[in-house]
């Protein structure tokens, strides 16, 4: 039988370590990339050009990239093909190929020549929810979107009118959408994100999220790679107002809160002076949720009273750098630093010779995203000499004594592995 007009039959694949190949790098790409590797998938990508938040998980060998145009063999050892390019030419070699190896294929471009159709899922607690709509992706949403709505015992979402004919409705909505696990990402952003036709997103951002989203919802990487590719501030901007002034509902979605070393303001700014209404929903900081996730205290009851939030982007006393790092040294509180480990040398020698403990706990917390962080210790004096100095970017850095606290606290070498955070 080959009509496509057949019932799928539904599987649920088990893809941790098995090799998923995605031929394409633009936005369709990027979400089917983020739900496989939620999955457990080893993702190998194919494409000669691919999005920035594809090129970083290649830069931090999350998944494989073959950095040019697909070649046969490059479906060997596959379990899964996705033909994501926006070429039906090269989407259907891609099919033809997986055919002839007897590997399914998702196709982006034409759901009649594919061999397997994604369906639109959600999840509800222990639930997994897939629904097919024959093809039409909306209704599968909509029906997913009931089915997990009855599953969380919630009353159903609203479903959107359409603008009436003639009318601009557009709006901007800033999402803080956690620091990269979907868990984290609130309902109130959930719904917006269900609500978007466009979706501008970061790098940091709860990423797999987006294959949860209709196929129609444009997808644009907005990440900024540190020393790598960026789309400057004014082009989000001008992104931003020229998706809402078409009409549209555009979710601007960012890692963590959208306030806190985010430029969020200057987004709400840009919007208001183009006459676009605008809504923030703020988000979990990953200045809260990483040392959280870890088990680090920020405040702790005799301990300390306070924690400050910093930016390390900037070293000591270099021009344009606002923060007094001496006053910060006698704070007495918890210090939270973010981008902060390029500098992390230069910041930890400032707070020494303003007179703080060399002795004082220090604790770094790299990327958790979807994954368990890595959590690793060191005293304050042995920072600048090259303790934590293989600290990957991205990462939080809490200083002070509630680092103390925090079970498995083994404070007497210098740089030493520490539990897992999770
Ligand atoms: C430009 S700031 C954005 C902060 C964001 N608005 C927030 O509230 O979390 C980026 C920095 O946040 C931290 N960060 C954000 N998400 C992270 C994650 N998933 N894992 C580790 N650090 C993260 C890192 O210090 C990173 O360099």
Redesign the pocket.
Known sequence: VTSADTAPYLLGLRLAGRLVVVVGGGGVALRRVSALLAAGAQVRIVAAEVTPALDDLAARDRVALTRRGYADGDLDGAWLAVAATSDPAVNAEVGADAERRRVWCVRSDDATAATAWVPATGQAGPFTVGVHAGRDPRRAAAARDLAVAALVEQPPPPVREPPPAGRVVGRVVLV?GG??DPGLLTVRGWDRLREADVVVTDR?APLPMLDRLPPSVRVVDAS?V?GGRAMPQEEINRTLVAHARAGRVVVRL???????????MEEVQACLAAGIPVEVVP?V???L??PGLAGVPVTHRGVAQSFTVV?G?LPPGAPGSTVDWSALARSGGTLV?????TNLPQITGALLAAGMPATTPVAS?????IQP?RLRRAELGAVPDGALADVR?????VIGAVVGVAPGADLSGDSADGPSAR
Do not use: C, Q, T, Y
Not at 365 to 369: K, T, V
Not at 393 to 397: D, F, L, N, Y
């Open positions: 803080g620091p990269g940091l900024k540190p960012k890692g963590g809160d959208p306030f806190v070393l985010g430029r969020g988000g900081s990953s200045a949720a990483l930016s982007h630093l973010l981008m902060a480990v917390i790299e990327e958790s995203g962080g970017a991205p990462a939080v850095i």
